[in-house]
């Protein structure tokens, strides 16, 4: 159990959350002490504590299990430029009406949130041309996961679902509390500072896997960006952006 020391309980806990790349709601702190500030130096003792992600190990192994399935039953062979969707990696569908698509897709993500111990309402929104289901519940950190990890996983399970069932083509995002209005913003800055820096260094720089709609916000605010472009590489779900100097 990792334990983490600072002058005050704040700051041991603002390290801890950095070292682990999570949220305070994400992780169980205890306190072990919470410190002395001591006189004029003498008696001063640091405060301790622990943290603990809430993400069990079997969060995260269920989800990669149910993700590796997915990729066995649609493995095919694709070439590593442009995007591609999941609907791409399907040989078979059903042909449901929209409506009845997404009614399995929620029925889908609850027995899903079930199996994660995090049960979870499922609310759905349409957005432009997006439906966003809304997953609510009071363990919202282990369906969002380390990054995004579990919530990305989920996001990639969900669009391959429906893919399958939909007879149209319907686009989906899976969001857990207001995580996908935060990494929105998030997406916007890390695009705009990855061109400074290939600018920068005339280097290119490799992103973290993301989610494909997340691959496109960034491949669209730097689609006018003169000095630099775009492309993604990797398999899905682990396919990430390439930002490099424009030929």
Avoid: C, W
Wanted: zero cysteines; glycine letters at 6%.
């Amino acid at each position: 159990m990792p334990i983490y020391e600072a002058a005050t309980v704040d700051e041991a806990v603002e390290i801890g959350l950095n070292e682990l790349g999570l949220a305070k709601e994400q992780v169980a702190i205890e306190i072990l002490d919470e410190g002395k500030k001591g006189f004029l130096g003498m008696g001063k003792r640091n405060a301790k504590l622990s943290i603990e992600p809430n993400i069990s190990e079997v969060v995260s192994e269920t989800i990669e299990e149910t993700v590796e399935e997915v990729l066995e039953e649609t493995s095919v062979q694709t070439e590593n430029t442009g995007e591609i969707e999941p609907e791409d990696l399907i040989e078979e569908k059903s042909e449901l009406g929209d409506d009845a698509a997404l009614s399995e897709l929620a029925t889908y993500l609850t027995e899903i949130s079930q199996q994660l111990n995090a049960p979870a309402v499922v609310k759905m929104t349409r957005e432009a041309n997006l439906i966003v289901f809304h997953l609510e519940t009071d363990k919202q950190g282990l369906l969002i996961g380390k990054h995004g990890k579990t919530l990305n996983a989920l996001q990639y399970l969900a669009q391959v679902f429906i893919h399958r069932v939909a007879g149209n083509k319907l686009s989906v995002v899976v969001n857990v509390g207001n995580y996908r209005e935060k990494r929105q913003e998030i997406i916007q800055r890390l695009a705009e500072r990855t061109a400074e820096k290939v600018l920068r260094t005339g280097q290119p720089v490799f992103l973290e896997p993301m989610p494909a709609f997340e691959r496109k916000q960034i491949h669209a605010a730097l689609s006018k960006h003169d000095g630099v472009q775009t492309h993604s590489e990797g398999d899905e779900p682990y396919r990430y952006l390439v930002v490099e100097p424009a030929k």
